[in-house]
């Protein structure tokens, strides 16, 4: 998926003045580490039209034209907190991602470290929903959620497969069908990234459904898709249910427990099913990583009865402008829940 073309001229000298005027007005971080080392390798490709980019190349183009002319209004600066605070929570170095609203589509644009490296480029991109700006707090949860995770896949690719290989093993262990393993390998990265932004929003989790909701116009999948590279929506609601036993999402669930899931065409016994969710989360949050240093996801970050805590402190200490020192994820968590009570 391509951003919309803005603030472009298919003559490449004026649109490279156009970049390097932009690239002026981003933050030192971003000028450093992701503009300047794109004008530079634009200015050693032999290009005379602008049309001669690749999506991609393009696509840079249009973010920095974009976050460089507009400077962030309030509810971008509260995204950017938001997503620096879960994101430096992991990377006490890292650079958190460029970040812009998307104009013409409902899903996040997300481009990796990986896919941007060959360009010179030393941090990600993500493009959030227009509509998400409108004060859709719950809704902001998903974006912290993917990019946190994606991040640190970004910082330890080795993680993927270390965890894959792993877990491919327990399910087998415990009898699950060859092709229901396959659904889960199939979608290992963005089963990581559900598992992380569990762990550090807790309830404010509800974000992601509300998202997944507000992507789907309301409805949650009942069956599972070769062409989506999430799990099952219903999956994903056990999935966290699972991974955060503290909090209670059973109001994304079915009133009636269907007997059987469709995965791929494949029909299986919905207990054969959350067998596997059940495996999946109890292993992928706690097997220690080499690529962690011998820690674990939980043991970096875990939604516990303290969180819980600190979030009913918080809305009391709300109540009487009392101001403490609570984490940005009690904070964000508060703000998720009172928007979501206000819908």
């Known amino acids: 998926m391509s951003l919309k073309p803005c603030y472009l001229s298919y003559d490449f000298s004026e649109s490279m003045d156009l970049l390097r005027e932009a690239a002026k007005n981003l933050p030192n971080v971003y000028q450093e580490n992701l503009a300047n080392p794109y004008i530079h390798y634009l200015e050693n490709q032999q290009i005379e039209n602008t049309k001669e ?109 270390e965890s894959k290989e792993k877990i491919a093993q327990k399910l087998i262990e415990q009898k699950t069908p060859e092709a229901l393993i396959q659904y889960w390998e199939d979608r290992w990265e963005s089963v990581i990234t559900d598992v992380i932004g569990f762990l550090n929003l807790g309830p404010g989790s509800i974000g992601l459904f509300e998202y997944i909701r507000f992507v789907r116009d309301g409805k949650f999948q009942i069956q599972g898709s070769k062409r989506d590279s999430h799990l099952l929506d219903l999956m994903r609601i056990y999935f966290a249910q699972e991974v955060l036993q503290v909090v209670d999402f059973s109001q994304y669930l079915p009133e009636n427990t269907p007997s059987q899931i469709q995965l791929n065409g494949i029909f299986y016994p919905f207990q054969v099913v959350i067998e596997s969710v059940e495996c999946v989360a109890e292993h992928l949050c706690h097997m220690k990583f080499d690529a962690l240093k011998g820690k674990s996801l939980s043991e970096i970050r875990q939604w516990n009865k303290e969180d819980q805590k600190n979030q009913s402190n918080l809305i009391l200490d709300s109540m009487f402008n009392r101001f403490r020192n609570y984490n940005v994820e009690d904070i964000i968590t508060d703000a998720v829940l009172k928007a979501y009570k206000q819908r």
């Open 53 to 161: 980019l690749t999506p991609l190349e393009l696509d840079v183009m249009k973010c920095i034209q974009v976050c460089g002319k507009f400077p962030m209004n309030l509810k971008a600066k509260a995204v950017t907190k938001l997503i620096n605070g879960i994101y430096q929570g992991y990377f006490k170095e890292g650079i958190p991602p460029l970040h812009l609203w998307n104009t013409i589509s409902k899903k996040i644009y997300r481009q990796s470290v990986m896919s941007l490296k060959l360009l010179g480029i030393k941090v990600h991109i993500v493009a959030f929903p227009i509509l998400q700006q409108s004060g859709n707090i719950a809704d902001w949860a998903a974006l912290a959620h993917m990019v946190s995770g994606m991040g640190l896949l970004d910082s330890n690719p080795e993680i993927i497969k």
